[in-house]
């Protein structure tokens, strides 16, 4: 069966590829948005609760469709730029003051320190704006609100076509009270200083009332850069302070390829909310005003939906959002979250650095549970904390820290250094100690725990090296020790996790890129001993990932992409399994109106502990790292039309079959027999 839909696969593209003899040049853009965006998540866990990828995928994409203004940006927008850190922002700042504006974006290869690669990464996300936008501002004049004022109305449906158990099943008994499309609509309008958004939302078995009656809303209505006043958001928000040891909301890059420029933050401070993850932001009101000397403030008041412990107590507030049976809907707002605090910042000619600290109170007291891994997190009604950070640019070196401390006590620390060690070599090191009773609930700083600021020591290495135009080689290591239980340990563990990866372009029409990972971390397992007794066991899970992708652009119109990777996972029993992968993507680009994407992926695995990920293209602000595990084949494609100047239609459809399974998933969302099938629309008006 492999081989025969493989040779579909070809044999479509010895037929499509003559139809597009007159295309156009692809959008290279997207090409680098799409790789920034691969970076960014291919090491998330798509089941990890605590990460938010769909706020890192929606601020790429809303970042490449609002460009940052390198002649008016300061520092600090500018650092929102992926790629930039503090030492090539200020670099681009220095530049522009003591020269002549940037013509074009293509100038920035003049500041000391950017090279070729570098610029190039960043084009998706900078423009030097139009002779206007150079002029004096005046607050009087409506075009200071209004310029480049733009809308965009996104109306997205996707469903499983398969019938699931919740479906069937009568909602008194545990079903579903609602239908199986996810639905998702937004309505936003943005100018040079405004930012008005109507985020709205139902999830697949969510029932929906009315226009007014979807189970998740977001709104905000914001000023931004308006002189002093540097944000004021009402309604949603986010808040990202420091390198996220106390405050940052909306989901953060960790470990990647990336294996310098994404462990020091780059602070976003407030920022308007229209993500549809509904327990990473803020309601209520929140600003930052002042330029060197900066002042924030911000006040929430939310309902959140937790699950009850007894007649008094709850656990700490959930990330799913899901309300969609009877039982879950019993629970939606039934718990009161306000959260009041502030920051002040002082940016100097090399450095920053700042104190932050909020309070936060619940309306029921938070059990966190008799567990051993649970006897340090948060419990009782308020959480106080506070934190002070700093930057230092030295010649060469960028050296940045964060110290946090939170009720009951806890403390967490880290300390890095971003070194430049010539023209083509760069380097980072972090130490991290998060002390097991720091209390970090909104925090998001660099750690191997995804979403988890607490519980956790370690030491971080990163290295970047150029050889040549035609070789980059990047590595990290990472040792880490957790002082407390975590979940399904009773005792303290150690792990560690290295990565190296070569990117070779030996022609520009060629692109290969090589990785391997070790990743290993301790877990208990149970056992007998002499006497026949279960005994808990110390051991270490591990994890082997060799991959090789390539990528071939031959024309403007066609691009296509292979991977073949290998897992090799073994159990803390010493137990091992494996899994491959192979896919063929195919890009397809007859027009500049017209873009299509397909893939066909293969994969056979032991069992879940060797399963494989794979990226996807998807519609527009939608996140697909799909996680696949057993054997079978997986098929995608994906269809880009501009049918006008102002709508873009999107289209997705896909299908897993599993040779191993007669059923897929459990519970409501079992599946009765091997096929999983996807369909998903979407269109966008841009105003």
């Keep these: 069966m492999p081989i025969k839909h493989f040779s579909l696969l070809v044999l479509s593209v010895v037929l499509l590829v003559p139809l597009c003899l007159a295309a156009r040049q692809a959008d290279s853009v997207m090409v680098n948005l799409e790789r920034d965006l691969e970076k960014a998540v291919e090491n998330l866990e798509p089941d990890d609760p605590d990460s938010d990828p769909e706020y890192i995928l929606t ?36 530049y522009r003051l003591e020269n002549a504006p940037f013509e074009s974006a293509a100038d920035l290869i003049r ?10 990464s960043l084009h998706p996300y900078i423009t030097a704006g139009s002779r206007q936008e150079q002029a004096r501002d005046l607050y009087l004049n409506r075009k200071y609100w209004l310029n480049n004022l733009r809308g965009e109305m996104i109306s997205r449906y996707r469903s499983i076509l398969q019938k699931q158990d919740g479906y069937i099943r009568p909602d008194s008994l545990g079903g579903f009270r609602g239908g199986p499309v996810h639905y998702y609509q937004r309505f936003k309008f943005t100018s040079s200083k405004l930012s ?46 420091g390198q996220g040891l106390l405050l940052w909301t909306g989901g953060s890059f960790g470990k ?3 294996v310098v420029k994404s462990v020091s933050r780059n602070e976003r401070g407030v920022r308007p909310y229209g993500s549809a993850a509904e327990a990473a932001g803020f309601r209520g009101v929140a600003f930052t005003y002042g330029n060197r000397l900066q002042i924030s403030g911000f006040y929430s008041n939310r309902k959140r939906t937790a699950s009850v412990r007894d007649s008094v107590h709850i656990r700490f507030p ?45 309306s029921r007291p938070v059990d966190p549970g008799n567990l051993s891994y649970q006897q340090y997190r948060f419990s009782g009604h308020r959480l106080t904390g506070i934190s002070a950070d700093a930057g230092l640019l030295i010649r060469g070196s960028y050296l940045f820290t964060e110290g946090a401390f939170t009720s009951h006590g806890g403390k967490g620390l880290l300390i890095g250094l971003e070194q430049n060690l010539g023209p083509k070599t760069d380097a980072v090191v972090l130490f991290r100690r998060y002390e097991q009773d720091l209390q970090s609930i909104f925090g998001g700083a660099f750690g191997e725990q995804s979403g988890l600021t607490s519980n956790e020591y370690g030491f971080y290495s990163g290295l970047i090296h150029k ?35 070569a990117d070779l372009v030996p022609h520009r029409k060629l692109f290969i890129s090589v990785l391997a990972r070790v990743k290993g971390r301790q877990s208990e397992y149970y056992a007998r001993d002499d006497y026949g007794r279960d005994v808990r066991i110390l051991g270490t899970a591990a994890r082997q990932i060799a991959r090789i992708q390539t990528e071939w652009t031959p024309t403007g119109f066609l691009r296509t992409r292979t991977r073949l990777e290998r897992v090799r996972a073994e159990t803390p029993e010493g137990v091992y399994s494996r899994g491959i992968l192979f896919f063929q993507d195919l890009r397809l680009v007859p027009d500049r109106r ?9 994969f056979r695995t032991d069992d879940y502990q060797s399963r494989v990920y794979q990226f996807e293209n998807d519609l527009l602000y939608v996140m697909s790292n799909t996680m696949l595990y057993g054997r079978g084949v997986r098929y995608y494609a994906l269809l880009n039309l501009r049918t006008f100047s102002m709508l873009d239609i999107y289209a997705k459809v896909s299908t897993t079959v599993y040779s191993d399974r007669s059923e897929i998933s459990s519970g409501n969302l079992r599946i009765s027999g091997n096929r999983r099938s996807d369909a998903g629309i979407q269109v966008r008006l841009r105003l």
């Design 59 to 94: 601020y790429l994409q809303e970042l490449a469709a609002n460009p940052v203004n390198i002649n008016r940006a300061d520092l600090d927008e500018l650092l929102l730029i992926p790629g930039l850190n503090f030492r090539l922002a200020s670099a681009i700042v220095t």
């Design 318 to 362: 959930g990330a799913s959002g899901y309300h969609r049976t009877i039982s879950e809907l019993s629970r939606r707002h039934n718990l009161t979250q306000k959260t009041t605090g502030g920051r002040l910042r002082y940016r100097f000619r090399n450095g920053h650095a700042g104190i932050t600290g909020y309070t936060n109170h619940f």
């Design 594 to 602: 017209v873009k299509l994407d397909m893939r066909i992926t293969l």
């Design 467 to 501: 050889i040549g135009s035609f070789l980059e080689l990047r590595a990290y290591g990472d040792i880490y020790h957790f002082p407390a239980p975590r979940f399904r340990t009773s005792r303290p563990t150690s792990g560690s996790d290295y990565m190296l990866h």
């Design 111 to 120: 500041v000391p320190g950017l090279g070729k690669a570098t610029v190039k």
């Design 256 to 258: 990647s390829r990336d």
């Design 196 to 241: 008005l958004n109507i985020t709205q939302e139902k999830d697949p078995g969510e029932a929906v009332t009315g226009i007014g009656g979807f189970d998740y809303s977001s709104w905000h209505i914001a000023v931004q850069q308006a002189g002093q006043l540097q944000s004021l958001v009402i309604g949603d928000y986010s808040l990202s302070f």
